[in-house]
């Protein structure tokens, strides 16, 4: 049973428009939201999180929006650049270091 | 070093054969989790240690698998009489317990070839 399921697995996008990424969970005891970067031949890196106290987190080009009562959350690229083509991982973990369930990722194209 | 190294960064191996793939945490770090990361798909959970605890063993595919840990530092993943669907990059994560902080910071992880 998949435990964090991801949307689109593939998606491109024209420089300077708006990458969205798509994940739902079923498990109401995850309570740490991360998406994972990674770039081809390197580790995913964090990119950024959001834990269910809040429904919108936002650094620089990138939003989480989180909805509790559907279970789901969303990954938003505003401006996207060529530089942002990577695959996107969405990931989920209960409290404490508990492993991070990740969903099967998304390989984003931005082209110019 | 500044991150989590892994080493050998590729490995290729004959089908049968036995292999031992380590892993360098963050220092400081007291847990540490590997993940299988098949062609095109995402990170697979193996095993997880935090400090002295017994460790999470949930994920390993088979009783070929084994992982070890030696204090709060190096561990290794062995994969014995390795099979083709071994084939695929083993990554390993580090993350400080910090109070409800569990940002994982991953290696480069192994590519592990299986001929």
């Known amino acids: 049973q998949q435990q964090v399921k991801q949307s689109p697995q593939s998606l491109i996008v024209q420089k300077g428009g708006i990458s969205i990424i798509n994940c739902a969970y079923e498990n109401t005891a995850f309570d740490y939201f991360p998406w994972y970067q990674q770039f081809p031949g390197k580790g995913p890196a964090l990119l950024i999180a959001i834990r269910p106290d809040v429904s919108e987190k936002k650094e620089g080009r990138f939003t989480i929006s989180f909805n509790k009562s559907a279970k789901q959350f969303s990954l938003h690229i505003m401006d996207s650049q060529p530089g942002d083509s990577a695959t996107y991982f969405c990931?989920?973990?209960?409290?404490?270091?508990?492993?991070?369930?990740f969903g099967k990722g998304t390989r984003l194209s931005v082209i110019a | 070093g500044a991150g989590v190294s892994q080493s050998p960064s590729n490995k290729v191996t004959e089908k049968g054969k036995d292999v031992e793939l380590r892993c360098d945490p963050i220092?400081?770090?007291?847990?540490l989790y590997w993940y299988r990361q098949r062609l095109g798909q995402g990170l697979e959970f193996l095993i997880y240690f935090q400090g002295n605890s017994a460790p999470d063993k949930s994920g390993l595919p088979s009783d070929r698998f084994s992982a070890e840990r030696t204090g709060e530092s190096v561990s290794t993943l062995t994969i014995q009489r390795t099979q083709q669907e071994d084939s695929a990059v083993y990554l390993c994560?580090?993350?400080?317990?910090?109070?409800?902080?569990?940002?994982?910071?991953f290696g480069q992880g192994t590519r592990l070839t299986v001929v």
């Open positions: 220092s400081g770090h007291t847990a």
């Open positions: 990931a989920a973990s209960r409290a404490g270091n508990t492993p991070l369930v």
């Open positions: 994560a580090s993350s400080l317990v910090a109070g409800a902080k569990t940002e994982a910071f």
